[in-house]
């Protein structure tokens, strides 16, 4: 392995998938979660929730996806959570407390390739095609397994509005951005989310303000946006 | 004769040292098809990065262009990932988690 360093020739997976010496940074270092599904002994949400691994690369992506149990494998109740690093997936996290998110449900769980949905939820996460360089939003992207559905989620930092301590520019949150773009920020990552579940115009996503979702008591709260 | 070695912890795989020891590419590197010259990827479609390339700023990758990488890094991603997921997540026998 010596001789390949010395001349600093690039090596690539593709080109020896056991002796690389380069692999793909991805713009964001990333944090897999699990929820397990309860036990009946009372277990509280914080005992389900557990950390599965950290990555920052392509190549360590396709690691962990090649090695982990399908969507379409769990158990019921449980939840795969891919969110950016330092954020945990639960909407009390500071940095999800004034944000919210796109969601699609699945009623006709045997009817759909979750597997395939999923992988392109995280891929487009990942690949940083969500959202425009400049619009901030993405916190993170969720899979519910459930008795009668499955559940897709996007989650945002903001519902369009700005927030405390993000400042006067045109940032996510910030007061630089009208409520008017920050609307359209939000609305065209709900296009994409469409776009990459391939659901056909006469299907609506809706996107929900956490908040309102935790004092509605339900997560079924009045979604603000649709598209 | 019987070998008295102790048992060693599993060692890693050569992907996975070449996933631990290997740098990141550059921005730049990363969108240059040419870095992939005589590999299975000689010749990659540069519509497959077209976030890249549009871009340079950030590091952005297409789907088409990540689906790539899915049969050829297949290795775990550390020596315990497969135990660790067992044991959380369960495995495909219908040995859930939550039926223990």
Known sequence: STSKDADGKVITVFHDKENFNVKHQLQNKWTLWFTKPPSGKGENWNDLLKRVIDFDSVEEFWGIYNNIVPVSELAQKSDYHLFKDGVRPEWEDPQNKHGGKWAYQYKNKGNVDIDTLWLHIMLAAVGETLEDEEDGEIMGVVVNVRKGFYRIGVWTRTIGKHIPNRGDGDVSGGKGRSPAKGQEVLESIGRRFKEILKLPPTETVEFSGHTDSAHSGSSRAKSKFTV | ?100
Not at chain 2, 12 to 21: N, R, V
Not at chain 2, 33 to 57: D, E, F, M, W
Not at chain 2, 60 to 80: G, I, M
């Open chain 2, 1 to 100: 004769s019987i070998s008295t070695k102790p048992v060693e912890p599993p060692q890693p795989s050569a992907a996975l040292q070449s996933l631990k020891t290997s740098r990141f590419l550059t921005i730049k590197e990363a969108s240059d098809p040419s870095i992939y010259a005589g590999s299975a990827l000689a010749s990659p479609n540069p519509a497959t990065n077209a976030a890249v390339n549009k871009k340079g700023q950030s590091f952005k990758y297409d789907a088409a262009f990540l689906l790539q990488f899915q049969n050829v890094f297949t290795e775990q991603p550390s020596t315990e990932f497969q135990s660790q997921v067992k044991n959380l997540i369960g495995d495909a026998d219908g040995n859930r988690s939550a039926s223990r």
